[in-house]
């Protein structure tokens, strides 16, 4: 569209006042200063400028500058044209007549019903002159040409001269151009705003929960998590029953129990769990009178369970002094080469048990002048797991030497020999050793 041009050229308006005892008074541009009566004057610039406007345009003199308006316009007459108001008001009774005119109101404005000036909207009157390829916008007074976006105005046509978007960062996130026109997307995980440009974060855990447990959102994604005693499988989503049991050996001292989430520890019968809820300890069944023995039987509690002990019975030649001792007098020809007592004991073992280990003491009960004594193995040491250290002159350990796995019921005979070189005398007391080995080294 050929744009009409209009010119206006506004002086900034200003009243110079001759002051007393100046001899020179200065007035702004559009206006001259009378010297008679010292006053500045508006300067009639249609008449003083040669082709002050040029073509249609139409110049009318204003206080101070004056404008160029086309002809067709009904208003140009009018000399009074303020450009300071939509109201055209009377002239100056200095340089007009005083004869009354109508208020008018400026070019692009109307008079409403209110004797008001109000803007013309050009564009929805279509008083516009805009070529079918441009858009009007209305403005202040007039109007404006402009094309769509993604259109450039070249000699008054719209014309497509596609302009990349893309290259300028239009888009937040991912840009298509088209002839025109571009179209932003945004990447997985993020929504397209309102503004059709910048792109928001998808909460993919409150939208529609793709995790079997629990989802963590992120920053264009979410993160799949597993509650404890679960663990992630490859998928990302899933979630599967950790064994916690075949993790370590250590983490129950008897038997790891997996079950889903979490495991549990358990204890062998004649244990109970501690406050761990890892170790076992053994219950003693003889004290909470939880067994089977009759009344001639002891019970004697070993590690997880009991034994019922059979009172102790003297063979010939030997006479029982108490419960657990035999004697074999010495009178009796049948007791020359036997030992001269033989003391029943008994004690439990945990299987496994660390070696080397002291496990019981042996000594004297007399010492006699002149004599000493020596401690042996007398029987039942046929697999060398044990052997007989002397700790002093009356006193000997018993030692484990290799490991001993149960449940087992070892019988050892332990002999204390006595010398005697003053009276010359050599004779012998034995410990029958009862050792229960536990099934478990607990």
Same mark, same amino acid.
């Given at each position: 569209?050929?744009?009409?041009?209009?010119?206006?050229?506004?002086?900034?308006?200003?009243?110079?006042?001759?002051?007393?005892?100046?001899?020179?008074?200065?007035?702004?541009?559009?206006?001259?200063?009378?010297?008679?009566?010292?006053?500045?004057?508006?300067?009639?610039?249609?008449?003083?400028?040669?082709?002050?406007?040029?073509?249609?345009?139409?110049?009318?003199?204003?206080?101070?500058?004056?404008?160029?308006?086309?002809?067709?316009?009904?208003?140009?007459?009018?000399?009074?044209?303020?450009?300071?108001?939509?109201?055209?008001?009377?002239?100056?009774?200095?340089?007009?007549?005083?004869?009354?005119?109508?208020?008018?109101?400026?070019?692009?404005?109307?008079?409403?019903?209110?004797?008001?000036?109000?803007?013309?909207?050009?564009?929805?009157?279509?008083?516009?002159?805009?070529?079918?390829?441009?858009?009007?916008?209305?403005?202040?007074?007039?109007?404006?040409?402009?094309?769509?976006?993604?259109?450039?105005?070249?000699?008054?046509?719209?014309?497509?001269?596609?302009?990349?978007?893309?290259?300028?960062?239009?888009?937040?996130?991912?840009?298509?151009?088209?002839?025109?026109?571009?179209?932003?997307?945004?990447?997985?995980?993020?929504?397209?705003?309102?503004?059709?440009?910048?792109?928001?974060?998808?909460?993919?855990?409150?939208?529609?929960?793709?995790?079997?447990?629990?989802?963590?959102?992120?920053?264009?994604?979410?993160?799949?998590?597993?509650? +404890? &005693?679960?663990?992630?499988?490859?998928?990302? !989503?899933?979630?599967? @029953? /950790? *064994?916690?049991? #075949?993790?370590?050996?250590?983490?129950?001292?008897?038997?790891?129990?997996?079950?889903?989430?979490?495991?549990?520890?358990?204890?062998?019968?004649?244990?109970?769990?501690?406050?761990?809820?890892?170790?076992?300890?053994?219950?003693?069944?003889?004290?909470?009178?939880?067994?089977?023995?009759?009344?001639?039987?002891?019970?004697?509690?070993?590690?997880?369970?009991?034994?019922?002990?059979?009172?102790?019975?003297?063979?010939?030649?030997?006479?029982?002094?108490?419960?657990?001792?035999?004697?074999?007098?010495?009178?009796? +020809? &049948?007791?020359?080469?036997?030992?001269?007592? !033989?003391?029943?004991? @008994? /004690? *439990?073992?945990? #299987?496994?048990?660390?070696?080397?280990?002291?496990?019981?003491?042996?000594?004297?009960?007399?010492?006699?002048?002149?004599?000493?004594?020596?401690?042996?193995?007398?029987?039942?040491?046929?697999?060398?797991?044990?052997?007989?250290?002397?700790?002093?002159?009356?006193?000997?350990?018993?030692?484990?030497?290799?490991?001993?796995?149960?449940?087992?019921?070892?019988?050892?005979?332990?002999?204390?020999?006595?010398?005697?070189?003053?009276?010359?005398?050599?004779?012998?007391?034995?410990?029958?050793?009862?050792?229960?080995?536990?099934?478990?080294?607990?």
């Amino acid at each position: 569209m050929q744009e009409v041009k209009r010119t206006l050229t506004i002086f900034i308006l200003a009243a110079c006042l001759a002051r007393p005892g100046k001899a020179q008074q200065q007035c702004t541009n559009g206006f001259d200063l009378d010297r008679a009566s010292g006053q500045c004057l508006d300067i009639d610039e249609c008449r003083t400028i040669p082709e002050a406007c040029r073509g249609d345009m139409v110049c009318v003199n204003q206080n101070g500058g004056y404008l160029c308006i086309p002809r067709t316009n009904p208003v140009y007459r009018s000399p009074y044209l303020n450009p300071y108001s939509n109201v055209y008001p009377p002239p100056p009774a200095s340089n007009y007549p005083t004869a009354t005119r109508p208020l008018m109101c400026r070019f692009g404005y109307q008079m409403d019903e209110s004797n008001q000036c109000v803007d013309i909207d050009e564009c929805a009157s279509e008083s516009h002159q805009c070529n079918p390829t441009q858009i009007c916008i209305n403005t202040e007074g007039g109007y404006t040409c402009s094309c769509t976006e993604g259109y450039w105005l070249l000699e008054g046509q719209c014309l497509v001269l596609d302009i990349d978007e893309c290259r300028y960062g239009y888009c937040q996130q991912l840009c298509a151009n088209v002839p025109g026109s571009y179209s932003c997307t945004c990447n997985p995980g993020f929504t397209l705003n309102d503004d059709g440009r910048s792109c928001q974060d998808v909460n993919e855990c409150t939208a529609q929960n793709p995790c079997v447990q629990n989802c963590v959102n992120t920053y264009g994604s979410f993160l799949c998590r597993c509650d +404890p &005693g679960y663990e992630l499988e490859t998928d990302g !989503i899933s979630c599967s @029953d /950790m *064994d916690e049991c #075949s993790f370590s050996e250590f983490l129950c001292q008897h038997q790891c129990v997996n079950e889903p989430g979490s495991y549990y520890c358990s204890c062998p019968p004649g244990y109970i769990m501690l406050d761990d809820n890892r170790s076992c300890q053994d219950i003693n069944e003889c004290e909470t009178r939880n067994f089977t023995c009759t009344t001639q039987q002891t019970c004697f509690n070993i590690q997880g369970g009991y034994k019922c002990l059979d009172p102790v019975k003297c063979e010939d030649p030997y006479i029982q002094i108490n419960d657990n001792r035999c004697m074999c007098p010495t009178e009796n +020809p &049948g007791c020359r080469d036997q030992p001269f007592t !033989i003391l029943y004991r @008994d /004690m *439990d073992v945990a #299987s496994g048990r660390s070696v080397p280990s002291d496990i019981f003491q042996m000594q004297a009960t007399t010492r006699y002048p002149g004599a000493y004594y020596i401690f042996q193995i007398k029987s039942g040491n046929e697999g060398r797991e044990f052997y007989m250290r002397q700790t002093g002159p009356i006193s000997a350990t018993l030692v484990m030497t290799r490991p001993v796995k149960g449940p087992r019921t070892i019988q050892l005979d332990l002999e204390m020999i006595t010398v005697n070189t003053v009276v010359n005398f050599r004779g012998s007391s034995v410990i029958r050793l009862r050792i229960y080995v536990s099934q478990y080294p607990f």
